[in-house]
C-alpha cells in the first residue's frame, strides 16, 4: 500500500529483472546518467558507439526492470533512473556484506584465543600460560596446537 | 580493521571480501579445516551451527545444521571443490532437508577462500562467493541469515571480554 503509492505496478522493481539489466556495462552507464533526469533518448543515445536502435533497446530493458522510466517535460521525454529499485540492488549485496564481516569478525576473535591471548585485551588473564610476558617471539610453552592436533578426522565412509 | 576490502559487483553476483589476520595461514586455515572452530563462527549468535560432518579434502560433503532461537534447525551442506592447506579453499554450500540430503529446490553459493602469509606474522583471507542468479541471491538472504546481524555485533564484545576456552 505504502508503495503503491510511489510507484505503478508497472515501475515496481522485480529483483530478477533488475539484476539482469544492470548485468551489462552500457545499461549501467545509462541508469547512472539518467539520474539527472535530463536526458532524452536522442541525447543518451549520443554518449555511445551504438545505434539510436540498440540504446533505445537497452532503456526498453532498463524500463521493464523499472530501473527507468521515461517522463514527458512539456515536448521532450527524458529518462530518468528510479532511484529505490537501485537501492534494492544494493541493498541485497549490503546484507550479504554484512554477513561475512560479522564472520570475519568472529574469525578474529577466535584466533585471538590461542596464540597470544594476551596483547592489549587480556585484563582478565587467567590464562594457563600465566606470566602475561607476550610479545614473545617463542610462541610460548607447547600450548601451541597446530597440524599435528587435527581434531575431529571423522574417517567414516 | 580485519576487513581491509570489499568489493561488490552487482553484474557478477558477487560479492569478495579481503580481510587481514595476526595469525599465520595454517592457524587461519584451521578456522575452516577444524569442525569446532567453524562453528564458532559460521553462524550468527542467534543461529549457532553444528557441523556433524566435516573433512576439507576435495569431494567430500559437509553437514552442518544451524540452531535457531526456537529450536528451529536450519540444515545446510558444503561439497569440498579444492582443499590446498594452507592457501587453497573452495566449496559449494546450499542448504538441505532435515535428513541432511540437500534441498535441490534452494539455490547454491560457490565461495573461495584464499590465504597467504604477508609478512609481519600476519595473513591476507581472501573469500569470494557467488550466486547462481539474482534469485538465489534474493533466496538466500530472505532465509533469515540476516536474522540476529544485528546483535551479532553487540556479541563479539562479549566474546572477546570473556575468553571462553
Known amino acids: 500500500m505504502l508503495t503503491a503509492t510511489t510507484l505503478s505496478p508497472g515501475t515496481w522493481p522485480d529483483p530478477d529483472r533488475v539484476f539482469a539489466a544492470l548485468a551489462d556495462t552500457t545499461r549501467r552507464d545509462i541508469v547512472w546518467r539518467a539520474m539527472t533526469g535530463d536526458e532524452g533518448v536522442v541525447e543518451l543515445s549520443a554518449h555511445y558507439p551504438m545505434s539510436f536502435a540498440a540504446v533505445q533497446k537497452h532503456i526498453a530493458v532498463l524500463e521493464r526492470a523499472g530501473l527507468v522510466t521515461k517522463e514527458r517535460i512539456g515536448r521532450r521525454k527524458v529518462v530518468r533512473s528510479n532511484v529505490e529499485a537501485i537501492r534494492m540492488a544494493q541493498r541485497m549485496l549490503d546484507r550479504y556484506e554484512q554477513l561475512w564481516r560479522d564472520r570475519i569478525d568472529r574469525m578474529a576473535v577466535l584466533l585471538e584465543e590461542p596464540i597470544d591471548a594476551g596483547s592489549q585485551t587480556a585484563a582478565g588473564s587467567q590464562t594457563a600460560a600465566g606470566s602475561q610476558t607476550a610479545a614473545g617471539s617463542q610462541t610460548a610453552a607447547g600450548s601451541q596446537p597446530t597440524g599435528v592436533d587435527q581434531p575431529h578426522k571423522e574417517t567414516d565412509r | ?165
Open chain 2, 1 to 165: 580493521m580485519t576487513v581491509t576490502a570489499v568489493d561488490k559487483d552487482i553484474d557478477q553476483l558477487t560479492m569478495r571480501m579481503t580481510a587481514e589476520f595476526a595469525a599465520t595461514p595454517e592457524r587461519v586455515w584451521r578456522l575452516w579445516a577444524d569442525p569446532r572452530q567453524l562453528e564458532r563462527w559460521w553462524g550468527p549468535p542467534a543461529w549457532p551451527a553444528t557441523f556433524t560432518e566435516h573433512e576439507l579434502t576435495p569431494g567430500a560433503h559437509s553437514a552442518y545444521h544451524m540452531t535457531g532461537p526456537n529450536g528451529d534447525e536450519a540444515h545446510g551442506w558444503w561439497e569440498i571443490v579444492v582443499a590446498e592447506p594452507p592457501q587453497s579453499l573452495a566449496f559449494r554450500d546450499g542448504f538441505a532437508n532435515a535428513d541432511g540430503t540437500p534441498d535441490p529446490k534452494m539455490p547454491t553459493t560457490e565461495a573461495t577462500v584464499t590465504i597467504e602469509a604477508i609478512g609481519d606474522g600476519k595473513t591476507r583471507m581472501v573469500m569470494s562467493s557467488r550466486f547462481p542468479s539474482r534469485e538465489a541471491m534474493q533466496q538466500v538472504l530472505d532465509m533469515g541469515m540476516e536474522e540476529g546481524l544485528r546483535e551479532a555485533i553487540g556479541q563479539i564484545d562479549g566474546i572477546l571480554a570473556q575468553d571462553p576456552v
